[in-house]
T-cell receptor, first 112, second 109 residues
Framework: IAGITQAPTSQILAAGRRMTLRCTQD?????MYWYRQDLGLGLRLIHY???????GKGEVPDGYSVSRANTDDFPLTLASAVPSQTSVYFC???????????FGEGSRLTVL | GQNIDQPTEMTATEGAIVQINCTYQ??????LFWYQQHAGEAPTFLSY??LDGLEEKGRFSSFLSRSKGYSYLLLKELQMKDSASYLC??????????WGAGTKLIIKP
């Protein structure tokens, strides 16, 4: 089934550890995004990539980095996790013609 | 600043009609989206409005008034499976999506 795959689906992490959330899409979408979703807040954009080889900062980029080596993969790295990064992380890609976002199933991250 | 407002929670009865409102203040406007998100799941696309008026898709309709910075999502013939959060998002002048916090809709039998 075509779509977006995220891994891991859930992770508990000690503060100070490095963590990479993986995201792969098979829809050949150029644009990809990482959001975090916290209770009572809207989805907040962390980083985005409009095409392979380019990335940009979103609303809340501090403490996160991304890379886009190819069209399909868009990993998100937390260099040194902190408890405030406890959240649900969604990867998404968008259809160029409609702008519709397609989301992965999410990665629930708990930083202790 | 940019802002999207929608009610935090609404309750409706199975079989009835409910209207979820969304007001926005953004730097530019390039379309408004509604997404549905069931608890513990990813958001899924419901509708897109870029011109004023009503877009109908089965039991769901979405309305837009750009002059008023206002949209609503209308759900008819409510079913228990419609219990979910409904997210309003506006694409601004930079083509970035600004998201509301979502409206949790509770359907009662």
């Amino acid at each position: 089934i075509a779509g977006i795959t995220q891994a891991p689906t859930s992770q508990i992490l000690a503060a100070g550890r490095r963590m990479t959330l993986r995201c792969t899409q098979d829809m050949r979408h150029n644009a990809m995004y990482w959001y975090r979703q916290d209770l009572g807040l809207g989805l907040r954009l962390i980083h985005y990539s409009n095409t392979a080889g380019t990335t940009g900062k979103g609303e809340v980029p501090d403490g996160y980095s991304v890379s886009r080596a190819n069209t399909d993969d868009f990993p998100l790295t937390l260099a040194s996790a902190v408890p405030s990064q406890t959240s649900v992380y969604f990867c998404a890609s968008s259809d160029k013609s409609t702008g519709e976002l397609f989301f992965g199933e999410g990665s629930r991250l708990t930083v202790l | 600043g940019q802002n999207i407002d929608q009610p935090t929670e609404m309750t409706a009865t199975e079989g009835a009609i409910v209207q979820i409102n969304c007001t926005y203040q953004t730097s530019g406007f390039n379309g408004l989206f509604w997404y549905q998100q069931h608890a513990g799941e990813a958001p899924t696309f419901l509708s897109y409005n870029v011109l004023d008026g009503l877009e109908e898709k089965g039991r769901f309709s979405s309305f837009l008034s750009r002059s008023k910075g206002y949209s609503y999502l209308l759900l008819k013939e409510l079913q228990m499976k419609d219990s979910a959060s409904y997210l309003c998002a506006v694409r601004d002048s930079n083509y970035q999506l600004i998201w509301g916090a979502g409206t949790k809709l509770i359907i009662k039998p």
